[in-house]
């Protein structure tokens, strides 16, 4: 189906939707009866509709997923599911999976485009990890070594469009987060330490 006959089939089941009949939306779109029924029997095939059962992600939820998309194309599935549930849309990770590709949206690489990081959230995640408090009997300690600036590196967009996304042009500094976990239920976090450029003191915990 050609990019113009899907979106003719998509106005077709919004007008369905709203109550309308099979002669009226042929009036309106210019798409013969039969074509029209021909469409209505392919859509009630499709995964997100099974034979006997009503649609589970309705057509509305497209509208809104294509729009976050375009500005968090690394979403997850997960993510989405929960985008869904905040819309009442109860569905699983197979449902909106096929979900996606009968909508033609699918996983790529994405295509950054350069910006800046912003420092004011890079001093206000610094001033975020400061230590707080200590004394806690200490169950384990690790170590995670990352970039604020991190991008990942593949998203969601529509068949035939890049994913688009943005990443600074400046490699971002290292930071190394060390955390001791406590056995204390109510505060686990016995103590961590945020270390600038991988490598650093360590730190005592009494």
């Known amino acids: 189906m050609t990019v113009k006959c899907q979106k003719l089939r998509d106005v077709v089941m919004r007008l369905r ?24 029997h392919a ?17 509305d939820f497209v509208e809104k997923l294509t729009k976050v998309l375009e500005t968090e194309p690394a979403m997850m599935l997960r993510e989405m599911i929960t985008l869904a549930a905040a819309d009442g849309i ?21 295509s950054y485009m350069y910006c800046e990081s912003n420092d004011e959230d890079v001093e206000r995640f610094k001033r975020m990890m400061v ?7 200490v169950a384990a ?30 490699r971002g500094v290292s930071y190394s987060l060390i955390l001791c976990v406590g056995v204390n239920i109510e505060n686990p976090i016995a103590g961590y330490k945020l270390v600038q450029g991988g490598s650093g003191p360590c730190f005592t915990i009494s």
């Not at 230590?131 to 009997?137: D, F, S, T, Y």
């Open 17 to 40: 939707e709203k109550g309308l009949k099979n002669q009226d939306i042929s009036s309106v779109v210019g798409v013969a009866v039969r074509t029209i029924l021909r469409w209505v």
């Open 43 to 59: 859509w009630r095939d499709e995964i997100f509709e099974t034979r006997g059962r009503r649609r589970i992600i309705p057509y």
């Open 90 to 110: 109860n569905c699983s990770r197979s449902t909106m999976a096929g979900f996606l590709k009968t909508q033609r949206i699918s996983r790529k690489k994405i």
């Open 131 to 137: 230590e707080e408090k200590r004394g806690q009997p």
């Open 141 to 170: 300690i690790d170590e995670s070594s990352f970039r604020l600036n991190y991008v990942p590196r593949h998203g969601w967009s529509t068949k035939g469009r890049r994913a688009n996304g943005k990443r600074s042009g400046v």
